[in-house]
C-alpha cells in the first residue's frame, strides 16, 4: 500500500513552528501621548506611556534639557524656561525602538484688553493682541467664557458693581484655563468702572511731529469711553473714527501715524460714547498745520501754511530757535525771509494759538537758502615776495558770505593755471623763481551758493633786477591796485640785513646809486611799493645786491711848498678800503716813504730831509671792504 506525503503541509508547518515566537517578540514599540505638547512656563508635562511593552522590558525616558533620565513609565516633568525641548522614550527590543515629540514652552505674555463701560449695568470688552489662540475671561460675577483673539465681548451684570474683569490667555486654546499648559499663562485683571452718564472729552494741544506723524493731547474723563476722530483737508468736515481711546494706555495724549502732513492738515475731536445705547457727545475740535518751505533764487525763503482758522486769535513764526513774526492776522497765510544768509540752513515752525489758549504747531521744516547772482570781483590784490615765495592778501568782499577762493597763476609764456584754493583771503604761493619771474595772479572765488564772482583785477609782484655795470637798479610797474601806485621807495640794507638808508624814487622804474653817500661796498636792496588806497598794505619786491668797485685816485705831483694844503703832500683819496701798503721809490729804487696808514701823506722828505726834485715812482697796495687784493703803481713828481 501505497502512503502519499503532503510535502506542503510539511512546509508550512515548520514554517509555522520556525517563525513564530520571533513575531511574538514584535508585539510592543515605543509610543507615548502627553497631555499638551505647548504650554506657558513653567509647564509640567505628563508622558502617558502607549508602548505595551511587558513589565520586564526597560523603558526610558529623556526630557531634552539636560535633567537625569527618567526610568518611569508614566513620568512628569517640569519645565521652568522657555524653549523648545523633545522628549524621546527608548524600548529595549522595541519596534519601534524610540520615540519623541516635540514640547513648546511659552513665555507668558500678559494679555492686552479695555474695558468699554455703558450707563447702567453692562460693559464691553475689547481684547488688543493676538498672542494667545484664545482667552478666558472671567466676569467677576461668577461667570466667564473663552472667546477668540482680538474680539469684542459684552457682558450685562444686570445688578451694580463694583465687579473685577480678569482675562487669562489660553496658550492651548483646547484645554481650559485650569490645566496645566494654560494654569501659568498671564492673567490681567481691571476693575470695571460702571458709569451713569457720559462725559465729554476736551482735545488740547496739537504738534505735528514729522511728515507722516501728529502727536495730539486731550483731556478725558477715566471712566468714559471715547472715540478718535478725524478729518482731512481733502475731505473737510468729514470725520472719521480712527481708534477707540485706551485710557490706561493713553491717558492724556497719542501719536497719530500713517498721515501725509506735507500735503494736508488735520482736525480732530474726541467723542464721548455709550456702546450700548449709540449715544454719542462729541467734543472741541481742532486741526494742524501743515507749512511748507522753499528757497528762492532771489535769496529769499518763502513759508506757506494751511489750516483751520475758525477759533484762530494769534500765531508766530519760529526760526532756528528765535521768534521772527508774532501777528494776529488770521488771513495771512504765507511769509517771505529775507533776512537770511545764502548756503545757511534754516528751520522754521509755525504755531496758531487759540482763544481757550490752545496751540497748534507745525512740523519744523527746513530749507538752505540760495541766490543765483554773480558777486563782484576781487579788485585789489597786494602781492609782496618773501624769499622764494610770494605772499597774496586781499581784502574780503563786502556783504558776501565766501565758500572759497581760487588763486589762479600765469607768468611770460606760460598758460593760466590754478595754484592753490584758500578759505580765507591770504595766500602763499612758493616756492617759486622770485628773483627771476614776474608772475600774475587772480583771485576769484565761489559763493557760499557756490556763485563764481567777476573776474578779479590782475596782481603783479614786483621783480626787482640789478645792473652791477652801471650800478644801477630796475623793476616793473606793481600792478594788482584798483586805484594804483602812489609812489615807490627804494630800502637799502647791510648785509646784517639793518636797515641803512630808504630812497624815494615817486613813480619812477630806475634808479643809480650815488655810491660816494655809501659807506658800504655791498649794499642789498629792495622796491616798496605804496598804495594810493591807504586802507591796502604796501607790498615789497625781492632783494638785489650791488657791489661796488673799489676807488682810488692819486696824485701825479706834489710841492711841498705850494700854497695849497692838498698839494703839498702825495696822499690818495678811495672809498671801499680796509688796509694799505703805501711805497714810493727814488730812480735808484730806494724805498724813500713806506706807511700803512691811508690817511697820513708823504711830504717829500726822507727821516726828515728834503728830498731833491725828480720823478719818484709810487706803489699802492691794498684790500677792499670784501677782502680783495688789489695794487696800483704810478709815478710822481717832486717839485721844488
Known sequence: MKHLINISAIFLTLVWTIFFPVSALAQFGADFTVNSEIGCAPFIVQVFDQSGAPSDVAVNLEYGDGSPLDTTRNGTHEYTQPG???IIQTVANGNPVSFEREITVIDPQTPDYFIIPCKGTAVYVQLQDDFYPAYYIDWGDGSNEIVSQKSLNYHDYGTPGPYNITVQGLINGAQTEIDSSNVNCSVNTKSVPLINALVPG???DIEVMDQNSIQLNYRLHPSTPYLLEMSSSNNPGIYNVIDTIDFEESPTSQIISGLDTETQFYCFRVTAFDACDNETIPSNEFCSINLGTSAEVDGSNV?????????FTSFRINRNGSDILNSMDASLVQYTDTAINCGVEYCYFVELTSSSGLTSRSATQCVTAIFEDTPPGIQNISASVNGMNIELQWPEPQNVSVDRYQISRTSQNQPVATTGVSEVNIYNDGPVRTNEVAYSYRVNYLDECQNRSEGSIRAQQILLRVSQQDQSLNWNHYAGWQNGVAEYEIDQFDLEGNLIGTQNAG???????DFETLQDQRVR??????????????VVSNFVELIFQ????????I?????????????????FIATVDIRIYNRWGQIVYQSNDPQEGWDGTLSGKPLPGGTYVYYYGFTDQLNRTFAVNGEIVLIR
Open 84 to 86: 523648545t525641548y523633545t
Open 303 to 311: 513759508l506757506t501754511w494751511q489750516t483751520n482758522t475758525s477759533d
Open 550 to 557: 673799489p676807488k682810488l685816485t692819486c696824485p701825479n705831483a
Open 559 to 575: 710841492n711841498p711848498n705850494s700854497a695849497i694844503p692838498e698839494n703839498q703832500q702825495f696822499r690818495c683819496f678811495s672809498r
Open 507 to 513: 613813480l619812477d622804474t630806475l634808479y643809480l646809486e
Open 525 to 538: 636792496y629792495r622796491i616798496r611799493a605804496l598804495p594810493s588806497d591807504g586802507a591796502l598794505p604796501e
Open 202 to 204: 476736551e482735545i488740547g
